[in-house]
């Protein structure tokens, strides 16, 4: 195999001097491996056995190498490919020797989920920009996987793409034979310019990884190091039109209450719907849909959140979630997990109002915004990547009715709302990036809804500066402009993102006349993003007070100043015991624009393979008293106090049939607060295409100063109200996966769910909440209320999936819901609580969806 070093062409070396003047972009390419595909001579045949002419004059890739466990080196064995194509498709033929057949594991799951099996990947570069990619894999049994990378590394999993392999096994080894539609891939030249590509193998009993070319684990990025294959001649335009028309029958069950003659049970329904896919240019797709319906996602984990910021919970819908990378403008990450401007689950949010019912009357509220219609726009136009959405969500109206049905009327709970993206980046050669963003909500509001934002508008610049392939600079700016009534803009200044109605905080002020609230956010980051040891962060980043996004994005608090910095120090080269391990350090500040502190903390912890495979790690954190400004939901700020904590988890070889996984933390202060949660987790997999997964959560949170609610006397006094709680939280999470074969299998999910809380100590906030001793902070207060809670809760949802054929399914849907809150008694007994979970009344939804891939 030859490989080649390649100048940039004079005119993109001129082009990017000019742009980018203070990062030289390299005058060379760095050497790249080189395949080449061949013009197929007869007709291809997808069977797994190679007996085309075709590929008797495909020139052979083999020089795989080790990625892990031992990069660089000789892999443990031999990988041979050959690549050819014809008018429609791009075929691939991967040999995987082993020298010990008997031993290579196939895996029987549904498509797209991952298992310790052997499996044979294509990566294809078909844009060949460096920084996207398609990857389609298969494992030896034939469960297929598809992803999408982008942006050099990132992938998407819920991309899927139509396309065909077939593999086989013999004394050798195993086989499989790829058949890639043109139509599923986007291509910049179809003249037979290069492409990236990339093919890997994953040995399961081994746990190793080889790649062509080496596709390094020190390196920054990933779809940057594919090597080139030439050849390729598109001998017609791919098909470029797909639609996926659905039809969905289904039953809704639910509880009704006597003399209500807005509900029915059974509720039967039904509803039609379209996808479509349109190729608008090789490098732009149009995705569209009208009346979606995702009745098959799984539901959310049920939490009971006593914080004042809002709970986070990950999309879901395939429509969202497919191509989700284009439109990400991060603010805010911790671990990986990011929020900002663009947060998809805003659009079909639950309604935000409610019925306003009378004495003896029901009501009726949808659970959810319905979309009316939505379509986005991704790919790339030269340099830039693209992407835009576009949505419109359905006014819902809340029935209420007195008893026997009289005094019907409706109330708008929802209005009309329409949401916008656009979202661009301009990508370099050198791999940086600098990108813009705009977002709008705009709402059709009515009497009812006035008390929401009519208009918001979002709209930032972020950035990705290569200083060299090791070092970065990062960072975004945004600004937010929000309109609306003074109920509105009075509600929103009040809400605990932002508190401007704080009796100590003298450099905010609530305007209870303001139609409007602006502000702006930003960060800045330096890092090492590369190299074989270390790796390191510095980040700097503000909000405004005024600064909001959560109309169309995430966003748990304004008004902060936040720095952290970390180091990490890391060995990828096995030893004799271990595979690999990690040491990190990092430290953390953050204040409010008044300059108080609301946080100062550090954390060192470590993460450890074995060459076993089996892992472990731990942390420790030490934390100074932190001001909480937004525990008193709009009242003073109170000082908390330092604690320490730990955690750690440990994992069992998942390669066996019968794994363990265990994690849990414990914090705690001086003056009686306490959290701790243990998280044992259990997978069996009793044959190749059964898998049970079984895990518990036990969490004890045992905090003295919990605020309860803030009570205003007669006197217009406002109490701010704490007492100490004594919660148990105990979950567990059921997962039962059967596979009959690739395309036919069945998910079972249920989580039993109790969370009891019990208080005590009733004390309001004194004269001096931020008083250095813990006992000056609080004086006694009569509290009558009602706080005690004991929370149960039940969810399943069981799923039939049929790939009948290619890009077509069928599901079978059955859901349930239980839900119970009793106020009695905030007490948790394990055998009463889960006992009572399933004698409370259900709701049910049983569904039956087809769906029919058409390629025009």
């Known amino acids: ?53 075709t590929w008797d004059s495909a020139p052979k890739v083999a020089e795989f190498v080790q990625r892990e466990p031992a990069e660089g080196a000789a892999p443990s064995h031999n990988t041979e490919a050959r690549i050819a194509f014809d008018d429609r498709a791009l075929y691939v033929a991967i040999r995987a020797f082993d020298a010990e057949p008997d031993r290579i594991v196939g895996i029987l799951t549904r498509r797209d989920q991952g298992s310790p099996s052997d499996w044979l990947k294509v990566v294809i570069d078909s844009y060949f920009d460096r920084r996207s990619a398609y990857e389609f894999a298969v494992n030896p049994v034939g469960v297929k996987r598809d992803r999408y990378y982008f942006n050099d590394g990132p992938s998407d999993d819920s991309w899927d793409a139509v396309w065909d392999v077939e593999v086989a096994r013999d004394e050798d080894g195993w086989r499989a034979e790829f058949r890639i539609p043109f139509s599923q891939l986007r291509f910049n030249n179809t003249d037979g310019g290069p492409v990236g590509f990339a093919i890997i193998r994953e040995i399961g ?20 190091q594919f090597g080139e294959m030439q050849g390729i001649r598109l001998g017609r335009t ?25 509900a029915h049970s059974p509720d039967p329904g039904g509803s039609i719907g379209l996808d479509m896919k349109y190729a608008v240019t090789p490098g732009l797709t149009l995705t ?47 671990d990986g997990s990011c929020t900002g401007l663009f947060y998809s689950r805003r659009i079909g949010r639950a309604p935000q109002g409610s019925a306003d019912t009378e004495d003896g009357e029901f009501s009726v509220t949808p659970d959810i915004a319905p979309i009316l219609g939505a379509a986005k726009l991704g790919g790339r136009i030269g340099n830039f990547s693209v992407g835009a959405i576009t949505a419109l969500t359905a006014q819902q109206d809340a029935a209420i009715a007195g008893a026997q049905g009289v005094n019907r009327r409706t109330q708008v709970v929802e209005p009309l709302t329409a949401y916008n993206v656009v979202r661009a980046r301009r990508e370099y050669a050198n791999q940086s990036a600098l990108g813009v963003m705009f977002t709008s909500a705009n709402r059709q509001l009515t009497a009812d ?124 080269v096995p030893s004799r015991f271990v595979r690999n391990w990690n040491i990190n350090f990092n430290q953390w500040a953050g204040w409010n624009f008044g300059g108080d502190r609301m946080n100062l903390g550090t954390n060192i912890n470590t993460h ?111 109490h701010n109200v704490f007492g100490r709680i004594e919660q148990k939280t105990v979950s567990m999470t059921l997962r039962f996966n059967y596979t009959l074969t690739p395309n036919l299998s069945v998910q079972t999910y249920a989580e039993p769910f109790v969370s009891a809380g019990d208080y005590s100590n009733f004390r309001e906030l004194s004269d001096n909440p931020r008083a250095e001793a813990y006992a000056d902070r609080y004086r006694p207060y009569d509290y009558t209320g009602d706080a005690d809670f004991n929370i149960r809760s039940f969810r399943t949802t069981n799923v039939l999936r049929w790939e009948y054929k290619p890009g077509s399914q069928f599901f079978v849907v059955w859901q349930q819901g239980r839900f119970e809150d009793i106020r009695d008694f905030g007490s948790f007994r394990f055998n009463r609580d889960f006992g009572g979970l399933f004698t409370t009344p259900s709701k049910n939804v049983f569904l039956v969806k087809f769906t029919y891939w058409v390629n025009l």
């Open 1 to 53: 195999m030859l490989t080649t070093l390649r100048l940039l062409p004079a005119a993109l070396l001129a082009v990017l001097t000019a742009a980018v003047p203070a990062v030289a972009a390299p005058p060379v390419r760095l050497v790249l491996a080189e395949a080449t595909a061949v013009a197929a001579t007869d007709a291809m045949v997808v069977d797994g056995v190679f007996d085309e002419a």
């Open 288 to 334: 569209a849909t009208v009346n979606p319906d995702f009745g098959q996602v799984e539901a959310d984990p049920a939490v009971v959140n006593l914080e004042a910021a809002e709970a986070f919970f990950p999309e879901r819908r395939p429509f969202f979630v497919e191509g989700s990378g284009t439109f990400r403008f991060n603010m805010d990450c911790n």
């Open 608 to 718: 450890w393979t074995w060459t076993n495979n089996y892992s472990a790690g731990m942390g420790v954190n030490l934390n100074a008293a932190p001001l909480r400004d937004r525990i008193t939901r709009g009242g003073a700020a109170v000082l908390g106090n330092a604690n320490r904590s730990v955690w750690f988890y440990a994992n069992t070889d998942n390669r066996k049939a019968l794994s363990f996984s265990y994690n849990g933390f414990y914090e705690s202060d001086r003056f009686g607060t306490f959290r701790g949660e243990i998280n044992p987790w259990i997978n069996l997999r009793p044959s190749s295409a059964a898998m049970l997964s079984a895990g518990l959560r036990w969490f004890t949170n045992n905090d003295d100063a919990q605020w309860v609610e803030n009570v205003t006397d007669d006197d217009d006094v406002t």
């Open 238 to 262: 791919p098909q470029r039109f797909e639609l996926m028309p659905y039809s969905l029958g289904k039953l809704n069950t639910a509880p009704i209450d006597d003399g209500n003659a807005l």
């Open 205 to 224: 009993r081994l746990n190793e990884i080889s790649t062509w070319p080496l596709l390094s684990r020190n390196a920054n990025g990933f779809v940057s």
């Open 449 to 572: 809804t006035d008390f929401l934002v009519g208009n918001a508008v979002t709209g930032g610049i972020d950035y990705d500066w290569r200083l060299s392939r090791r070092y970065n600079i990062t960072g975004f700016w945004a600004g937010s402009r929000l309109s609306g009534s003074t109920e509105a803009i009075t509600r929103l200044q009040k809400n605990n993102v932002h508190t401007f109605q704080r009796p100590d905080a003298d450099y905010t002020e609530l305007d209870e006349t303001a139609t409007t609230m602006s502000g702006h956010a930003g960060s800045i980051a330096f890092g090492k993003i590369a190299g074989d040891r270390t790796r390191f962060n510095s980040f700097f980043g503000y909000k405004t007070p005024g600064f909001d996004s959560n109309d169309l994005g995430f966003q748990r608090r304004a008004d902060e100043q936040t720095m952290n910095n970390w180091f990490q120090y890391r060995d990828f």
